[in-house]
Structures are given as C-alpha cells and as structure tokens.
C-alpha cells in the first residue's frame, strides 16, 4: 500500500538547522510531484511548495523561499525539507503529501518545535 | 494570491443532522477544489476532489457541489466519527492555498 512516512519529531533552539524527511513506499516515486505543508500549533494549513521527483526542480510560495530547500534522495524514494535559521515562528507541524493538485496521501506530519 | 474564506470557522451538530460547510474563492477557481477532514493529531485525509469527485473509500454522506466562487461541502446524516476540522483547498492557480477551517463539534 501507498506510505509516505516522516521522519520524528525535533527540538530545536533559534538559529539552527532542520532536516525532515518522508520516505515513500508503494509506487513509483518519480511519477508523482510531492508538496511541503506547514501546520502551526492550532491553526490551518499552508502549502509551502513542491518538487518535481522526476526532475529534482523545487518550487516554493513565497513564504518559504530563502530559508527553505527541498530535494530528493531518489535512489531512496525520499524527499527532504531543510529549514535553516530556525525562527521560534517556524514551530509547526510540516506534512509531505503526494500529488499534483489534490492531495489523496499524506505523511504522517513531523513536529518542528523551536525554543530556545 | 487566491484568497479562500471558508464559513462557519465553527459548527456545532447533533447526530443525523446535514451539515453544510462553504468555501468562498476570491476569483473563479473552475472546479479546482479539494475538500479536506482532519481530526486531532492526525494528517488530512481528502474527502473531495474536483469540487464534487468523491474520493475512494470515503463515505456517500459526504458530498461536493459549487462552481465559479463559491463551493460546498455537505455532510447528510451527521455521525460522531465525522466530528473533526475540515479544510478547503483550491489548486486552480500557485500558490495553492487552504481556506481557515471549519471546526465540527457535536451538540
């Protein structure tokens, strides 16, 4: 069956890195896009951006660009998220979900939490 | 940016009643809609695609309808598994974008 399952939670203090990854399973990574969504504590959702699994080519809202990379581990049917100089506003919950418009699966969500 | 506004933020329900929760898009989406429910703790699961496509395995109380600006999600015959947050999302135009919420509480 279909799984993107994400890697644990993280506590980080303000000015530090993160790494979130979300290994798929049960399909051919490459065929489809996967996107980035954050969820702060209490609050909607927010679409970060997507990458092209087939081409590696990320693209972000603009909300995330700057200090947000996406890329892939092909060979191991895993896409990354990479935050750099952890704000205390980047505490949230990030999902990997596949798709290209609509969302059918999704990770299970990683808690980012950032205090110092 | 799209703007999706989504009413009411929350809704309280007895069991077996309809529900009807709307999303307001600030320009024609065309159809380009999804519809979300998410409890506590958990990752969303899709409910609705194409503003009324049902997704596989969810269902038949669940329905989508709407078109231009303004779309619907409808709940027949309220359950108590159904008590959750649910979310618009349109994907006609980047950046794709959520609407607020809809909070279901059961009465």
């Known amino acids: 069956q279909i799984q993107l399952v994400q890697s644990g939670p993280e506590l980080k203090k303000p000015g530090e890195s993160v790494k979130i990854s979300c290994k798929a399973s049960g399909y051919t990574f490459t065929d489809y896009a996967m996107h980035w969504v954050k969820q702060a504590p209490g609050k909607g959702l927010k679409w970060m951006g997507w990458i092209n699994t087939y081409t590696g080519k990320p693209t972000y809202a603009d909300d995330f660009k700057g200090r947000f990379v996406f890329s892939l581990e092909a060979s191991a049917s895993t896409a990354n998220l990479q935050i750099s100089n952890l704000k205390n506003e980047d505490t949230a919950t990030y999902f990997c979900?596949?798709?290209?418009?609509?969302?059918?699966?999704w990770g299970q969500g990683t808690l980012v939490t950032v205090s110092s | 940016d799209i703007q999706m506004t989504q009413s009411p933020a929350s809704l309280s329900a007895s069991l077996g009643e309809t529900v009807t929760i709307e999303c307001r898009a600030s320009e024609d989406i065309y159809n380009g809609l999804a519809w979300y429910q998410q409890k506590p703790g958990k990752s969303p699961q899709l409910l609705i695609y194409?503003?009324?496509s049902l997704h596989t395995g969810v269902p038949s109380r669940f329905s989508g309808s709407g078109s231009g600006t303004q779309y619907s999600l409808k709940i027949n015959s309220l359950q108590s598994e159904d008590v959750a947050s649910y979310f618009c999302q349109q994907y006609y135009d980047y950046p794709w974008t959520f609407g607020g919420g809809t909070k279901l509480e059961l009465k």
């Open positions: 979900a596949r798709g290209r418009h609509w969302f059918a699966y």
């Open positions: 194409n503003a009324n």
